[in-house]
Structure formats: C-alpha cells, structure tokens
C-alpha cells in the first residue's frame, strides 16, 4: 500500500469497495491524471493513469492517455502497445487508432499507421488531422498518388485551407509533374498572396526550373511578406550572386545567418561570396564553421584548402587536400592542389610526385570515370527543404489528446497546430511569454535580466512555514518520478498536522502548494479557500490561487475527451462550464491578482499576469496599461517587454513594437531579434 491512501480522496481502494465510490474516485484520479498530461507534466500524468489501471485494468480509457503521455515523452513503442491494448478492449474508439497510427508513422512503420489512420477515418471521415496524417505518412511511404488523394481529399473539406496548396505542389513535384505543381503554385499565389509561402513554393519551382529572373521576384516577394523560411534567403543570394549583386547577396546571407545559426548550407554559401570577393579571412571563418557542423561536406573542405592556398597557409591547405583524397582516391584538383602547396614551400620531390599522380589519372580517364563517380564542386547549394510538412511539426500534446478537429477559418494558417498563449490569430507562430507561478522547481536563465527577487516573498521563506523555499518562475520543470512521490508522501504529512490543528492558514497554503505539484488544482484551490479565509490579507495565497484558477479555466477550454468532445462542451450540460461561467472564472482570477496588487502593489507579477489574461480576452489597451505597470516596477521585465512588443504589433503600433522587441532581446530574451527581422518594415 502507498502513502497515496490517505490522500488524494483516495487514490488505492480495495476492489471490493462499494462500486459507486470505486468509480467516482477513479473518475477524479483521471481527471487529475488529464491534467497533468494537459500541462505536459507527462512522467506525473503516466503514474495517475496507471492507478486507474490497477483499480480498473478492463477501462480502455487510462491506456490511451497513458499512451498519449508516452508519445510525448518519445516512447512510441510502448505507446503503441497501449493503444494496442486500449483497442483490445474498446475496438470502438478511433483515438486510440489515431494514437497508435502517429506512434507508428515515428516508427517507420508506415503501412501499420496508414492501416490505422484508415481504420480511424471509418468513425470520422472528415477528420482533418486524420487525413493530413494519412497524407504525410503515404508520403513518407513514397505512396505519392495516395498521399495525393488525401490531400485533394482536406482541400474538399477544407477550401479556406490554402496552405495545403505548398503540400499538393510538393507531391506533384515527388511524381515528377513539374507542369502540374506549377499550375497548383501558381492557384496558391492567386488564392493566398498575401502569405509568404506561396511566393517561396513558386520561388523554389522556378529555381529548380532554372527561371532565376522569376524566381528572384517571388523571393523577393515572399520576403516582403517577412518570410521566416531561412531557404528563401539562401536562394536569393544564390540568385543575386548569380546576377552580380554581391552586397545583397552578401545581405541575404547575413539575414539568414541570424535566422538560423546552425545552418551549415548558410556558411557555406556565404564563405565561396566572401571567397570570390577575396575577402579569405572572413571566408576560412565561414568554411570552418561549415565543416563544425557538417564534417562530411567535402565541397567545403575543397573551397577551405583553396582559400588557405591563398592566404598562403600551405601546410594546412596540403592536410586538407590529402582529406579529400583519402576519401576520393581519383580526385584531380586536389592532387593538383597538394603539389602547388609542396612546390610553394619548395618540397619539389613532393610537388612532383603529386603531378605525376595527377598526370596518371587524367591519362588514364576514361577507365576511372567507367569505374569512379566522384564529383566534387564548390558551387553555391539551393536550400530545396524550404519548407517542412505541416505533420513533421512538433505536436502539441498530440492535437489535445488526439481527438480534436480543426476549424475551418481562414485564420488557422498552422492547421495541424492548436497554439496556446497566442496573442492573436493573425500571427498563430508568435507566442506570448507564459504567466509566473510561484512553485519550488524552476529552470534557470542566467541570460534574461528579470528581477525575480521579492521582499515578501524572501521573508516568508525564511520564516521557513513551509516545506520548500519558493521561487517565482515562468519556465516550471515537470517532475521525476522520485519528485513524484515525494510530493504525494508530503500532502500525507501536512494532512496529517491538519488532522491535529485545522485553523493554520500556513499549513493549507502548504498543502495547496503540494496538491499544485501534483497537478491536483481542484484540492489546491480548495486549500487555498481556506488559508485566504484565516487570513484575508494572505497575499501569496491570492496569487497562487489566480494562477490555479486560471490553469483549471485553461485546462477546461482546450483539452478534449476520447470521444472527441471538448471538456468544455461536456461541462456546459453537465457543471455548466459555458461561455458566462468562463467569464465568471476569469472575474475572479483578475480579482485575486488585483486584490494581490492592492495588498502590495509594487508586486510586477502580478500586473504581468493579468495584462497575458487581457490578451487572451483581447483587451489589448488595458493589457498594454498593465504591461507598462509592471516594467515601471522592474525596468529589466524582459517578459513583459517581450509580450507588450506582441500586442503592440497585433493593433499596429509597430514602432513601439519593435522597441519593446529590441528591449527584450538586449535583456536576454534572443528570439526577440528573429521576430524583429520578420516584423520591421
């Protein structure tokens, strides 16, 4: 027996107990379970489904949530075997299919998840996720006519969907109809110009048809639009280079080098410009980079040795060449190379040596290329993979428990992506800084700048009347399993001081601390009712209750059931979660967080928090008025700089967007700078 009985109302009952109470408690044990696989505390989430199972292994429901749990953690296979035995027992419940159609598709078992995608459809032929799942993996099967069914299939059901397009092109140019993607790259520029990708598809059709005139216009076109494809810059400096214009090829490069640090194809490209200008310096800094990344890249290790021939770093350039020529024995120019470096530090023996090899193999040509395949060229390479398949996206907690479906508005431009926290539809990629919780798990960030120091808060924990030191963050560590069960033999100790003395505010806000940990907000809450009513000036109290609240009302709008419903739709019959009661839920999270304001109201984080809920009630006005409170009291709120820039954006202050973007990157938050390119004029 584990120390969760007393606990957790609950959470091991004997089978025998009475059958009513038996199924309450294992409905409130996957609610808390649900819960903790919404907010991505998976390891937590797997130990409540598998109390479910102990209890009652002949559920098929605990099986598909753990399995969804598992996806997320990356352990298809047993994934796989729970969705397997969720089948087993309810052959009846397309998710579990769905889930183990996804498991199976990252398991390369392409022809199993097609199966399952297909046996999914039967209950829900007009399931978008289905079918783009479906679709990419046909594709990944190199089944292309089908993956193109599946797609003619989404467009059908989903007109407003232009994106789709890019992905109909694509598998038109898999099954070589190049005159076809063009017709379907030229519809998608008609029917969406305004979206950058359409100009890049075209852009990179155009290129592969050798039309660089054309295909100049539509990355020109595409990054008008702030394009945020690091391809479409490559290829347009490979375009400008082609057309003499080395500064904005040069530009090109630099933008697409802040775009993407890591992208070996950038250096690479920049370092033969910077070569062919003569800038040799900057040009071995690119190619070095290159080959850190890349260490296979042999058309860089050829374009670093002549360089370093230039520079006359001829011992350097010899090791390089001679690389290549233990990896490409028939190789010409470099046994060229390594006897103009030796005859350069007057090795004569040696630089005639390395001719004579070179003259051997050109005479004896004909007979090494029947037999030999190298190719070797330092010429500028496209960035063909400009775009990825919406499917091979992280998923965001497996599309909420993989049963929802997706809206057919012209705003879902990421349509296999719910987003959460977005500041709005129009930018369904730009993501607001999340809210801060106190908690006693944090990740830290020595870059950003916040000041995450407060008085009240470093006397309470010196006080010591809790367990565990508080730390304010926005950025909290899911738990281990040791973590785990150390929280749940806490709720156990604490209930059992509570036992003994019931009127300490201290103690509930400790325990609502714990149940907080475990992802059990409705005891949470209810502990913290009774700290704030033993003591109403409990200021942390009230923010941590907020903060609860809150995640409780986002939990309820986006998560789903394994029928497909909403957890919110279910509650509108069932606990009366409608539209009025959100909004109710809402007045009384933006009252604790003012209430915690006016008890001390030098407290930023609370002012921060309300201004992301604002945003999420689009009142970006007054979220900007408690965006700009917060950084009055911290000027180094990076966070709040961060969000503020968002919602300056979305009502079209781009001027102060930008600003407060540039603030938010010099105090550490870096993808600010990335944003910055995408969104100036």
């Given at each position: 027996?584990?120390?969760?009985?007393?606990?957790?109302?609950?959470l091991?009952i004997?089978?025998?107990?009475?059958?009513?109470?038996?199924?309450?408690?294992?409905?409130?044990?996957?609610?808390?379970?649900?819960?903790?696989l919404?907010?991505?505390?998976?390891?937590?989430?797997?130990?409540?489904?598998n109390?479910?199972?102990?209890?009652?292994?002949?559920?098929?429901?605990?099986?598909?949530?753990?399995?969804?749990?598992?996806?997320?953690?990356?352990?298809?296979?047993?994934a796989?075997?729970?969705?397997?035995?969720?089948?087993?027992?309810?052959?009846?419940?397309?998710?579990?299919?769905?889930?183990?159609?996804?498991?199976?598709?990252?398991?390369?078992?392409?022809?199993?998840?097609?199966?399952?995608?297909?046996?999914a459809?039967e209950f829900?032929?007009?399931?978008?996720?289905?079918?783009?799942?479906?679709?990419?993996?046909?594709?990944?099967?190199?089944?292309y006519?089908?993956?193109?069914?599946d797609?003619?299939?989404?467009?059908?059901?989903?007109?407003?969907?232009?994106?789709?397009?890019?992905?109909?092109?694509?598998?038109q140019?898999?099954?070589k109809?190049?005159?076809?993607?063009e017709?379907?790259?030229?519809?998608?520029?008609?029917?969406?110009?305004?979206n950058?990708?359409?100009?890049?598809?075209?852009?990179?059709?155009?290129?592969?048809?050798?039309?660089k005139?054309?295909?100049?216009?539509?990355?020109?076109?595409?990054?008008?639009?702030?394009?945020?494809?690091?391809?479409?810059?490559?290829?347009?400096?490979?375009?400008?280079?082609?057309?003499?214009?080395?500064?904005?090829?040069?530009?090109?490069?630099?933008?697409?080098?802040?775009?993407?640090?890591?992208?070996?194809?950038?250096?690479?490209?920049?370092?033969?410009?910077?070569?062919?200008l003569?800038d040799?310096?900057?040009?071995?800094?690119?190619?070095?980079?290159?080959?850190k990344?890349?260490?296979?890249?042999?058309?860089?290790?050829?374009?670093?040795?002549?360089?370093?021939?230039?520079?006359?770093?001829?011992?350097?350039?010899?090791?390089?060449y001679?690389?290549i020529?233990?990896?490409?024995?028939?190789?010409l120019?470099?046994?060229?190379?390594?006897?103009?470096?030796?005859a350069a530090?007057g090795?004569?023996?040696?630089?005639?040596?390395?001719?004579?090899?070179?003259?051997n193999?050109?005479?004896n040509?004909?007979?090494?290329?029947?037999?030999?395949?190298?190719?070797?060229?330092?010429?500028?390479?496209?960035a063909?993979?400009?775009?990825?398949?919406?499917?091979s996206k992280?998923?965001?907690?497996?599309?909420?428990?993989?049963?929802?479906?997706?809206?057919?508005?012209?705003?879902?431009q990421?349509?296999?992506?719910?987003?959460?926290?977005?500041?709005?539809?129009?930018?369904?990629?730009?993501?607001?800084?999340?809210?801060?919780?106190?908690?006693?798990?944090?990740?830290?960030?020595?870059?950003?700048?916040?000041?995450?120091?407060y008085?009240?808060?470093?006397i309470?924990?010196?006080?010591?009347?809790?367990?565990?030191?508080l730390?304010?963050?926005?950025?909290?560590?899911?738990?281990?399993?040791?973590?785990?069960?150390?929280?749940?033999?806490?709720?156990?100790?604490?209930?059992?001081?509570?036992e003994?003395?019931?009127?300490?505010?201290?103690?509930y806000?400790?325990?609502?601390?714990?149940?907080?940990?475990?992802q059990?907000?409705?005891?949470?809450v209810?502990?913290?009712?009774?700290?704030i009513?033993?003591?109403?000036?409990?200021?942390?109290?009230?923010?941590?209750?907020?903060?609860?609240?809150?995640?409780?009302?986002?939990?309820?709008?986006?998560?789903?059931?394994?029928?497909?419903?909403?957890?919110?739709?279910?509650?509108?019959?069932?606990?009366?979660?409608?539209?009025?009661?959100?909004?109710?839920?809402?007045?009384?999270?933006?009252?604790?967080f003012?209430?915690?304001?006016?008890?001390?109201?030098?407290?930023?984080?609370?002012?921060?928090?309300?201004?992301?809920?604002?945003?999420?009630?689009?009142?970006?006005q007054?979220?900007?008025l408690?965006?700009?409170?917060?950084?009055?009291?911290?000027?180094?709120?990076a966070?709040?700089?961060?969000?503020?820039?968002?919602?300056?954006?979305?009502?079209?202050?781009?001027t102060?967007g930008?600003?407060d973007?540039?603030?938010?990157?010099?105090?550490?938050?870096?993808k600010?700078?990335?944003?910055?390119?995408?969104?100036?004029?």
């Open positions: 027996m584990t120390p969760l009985k007393k606990v957790l109302l609950i091991i004997a089978l025998n107990s009475a059958s009513g109470f038996a199924q309450w408690n294992t409905e409130r044990i996957m609610t808390i379970g649900q819960n903790a919404y907010f991505e505390d998976y390891v937590l989430s797997i130990q409540y489904f109390q479910v199972i102990k209890i009652k292994p002949y559920l098929a429901e605990p099986y598909f949530y753990r399995a969804i749990a598992k996806i997320q953690l990356g352990d298809y296979q047993s796989d075997e729970d969705c397997s035995k969720a089948i087993e027992i309810n052959p009846f419940m397309p998710q579990a299919y769905y889930a183990r159609g996804f498991a199976r598709r990252k398991l390369s078992f392409y022809n199993e998840a097609i199966a399952d995608f297909g046996k459809l829900s032929p007009n399931s978008l996720n289905l079918l783009m799942n479906r679709m990419d993996a046909r594709d990944q099967n190199k089944d006519k089908g993956a193109m069914e797609c003619e299939t989404y467009l059908k059901l989903s007109p407003k969907n232009t994106s789709l397009y890019y992905e109909k092109g694509r598998l140019l898999e099954m109809d190049t005159l076809a993607a017709k379907t790259f030229n519809l998608y520029v008609q029917k969406d110009s305004a950058f990708m359409s100009w890049s598809a075209r852009a990179i059709l155009r290129m592969m048809k050798n039309d005139t054309d295909a100049l216009k539509d990355y020109t076109e595409a990054i008008k639009r702030k394009s945020t494809n690091v391809g479409d810059y490559i290829n347009r400096g490979i375009v400008n280079v082609e057309k003499k214009n080395y500064n904005q090829a040069l530009c090109d490069y630099n933008t697409a080098v802040k775009m993407d640090k890591n992208n070996a194809l950038i250096y690479y490209n920049r370092g033969l410009l910077r070569a062919n003569g040799h310096n900057n040009a071995l800094s690119d190619l070095n980079t290159v080959l990344l890349d260490s296979t890249m042999s058309e860089a290790l050829l374009q670093k040795a002549m360089v370093e021939t230039s520079l006359k770093d001829y011992r350097t350039a010899i090791k390089d001679k690389k020529i233990a990896k490409y024995q028939y190789f120019p470099a046994y060229f190379g390594v006897s103009q470096c030796e530090l090795n004569q023996k040696a630089a005639f040596q390395y001719r004579q090899l070179a003259d193999i050109e005479k040509k004909d007979y090494i290329s029947h037999k030999n395949k190298e190719n070797i060229q330092a010429t500028n390479k496209l063909l993979n400009t775009q990825k398949s919406s499917t992280k998923t965001e907690l497996f599309n909420r428990f993989a049963a929802q479906n997706i809206d057919d508005n012209e705003s879902e990421k349509y296999t992506e719910a987003t959460r926290g977005a500041v709005q539809d129009k930018y369904t990629d730009v993501i607001n800084e999340r809210n801060f919780v106190m908690t006693y798990y944090a990740k830290n960030d020595e870059i950003r700048h916040t000041n995450l120091y008085p009240t808060l470093e309470y924990n010196k006080q010591k009347k809790i367990s565990t030191l730390k304010i963050t926005n950025n909290e560590l899911a738990l281990t399993a040791e973590l785990v069960n150390s929280h749940f033999e806490a709720i156990n100790d604490i209930s059992a001081k509570l003994k003395d019931n009127q300490n505010a201290d103690t806000f400790n325990r609502s601390l714990e149940f907080a940990m475990v059990d907000f409705n005891s949470s209810e502990d913290l009712n009774k700290a009513s033993l003591r109403p000036d409990f200021m942390l109290a009230y923010f941590c209750r907020a903060n609860i609240r809150y995640k409780l009302l986002d939990y309820n709008k986006n998560s789903v059931d394994v029928n497909g419903k909403t957890v919110t739709d279910e509650k509108r019959t069932k606990k009366v979660s409608s539209e009025g009661q959100a909004l109710f839920d809402v007045t009384l999270i933006m009252a604790d003012s209430k915690v304001n006016d008890l001390n109201p030098d407290f930023s984080f609370a002012y921060y928090n309300k201004a992301n809920i604002l945003c999420s009630q689009k009142d970006f007054t979220a900007i408690n965006y700009t409170q917060a950084i009055k009291i911290d000027s180094d709120f966070e709040a700089y961060y969000n503020r820039g968002l919602t300056y954006l979305f009502i079209g202050e781009d102060k930008l600003a973007l540039s603030k938010a990157g010099e105090l550490g938050i870096y600010a700078y990335n944003l910055i390119q995408r969104f100036k004029k």
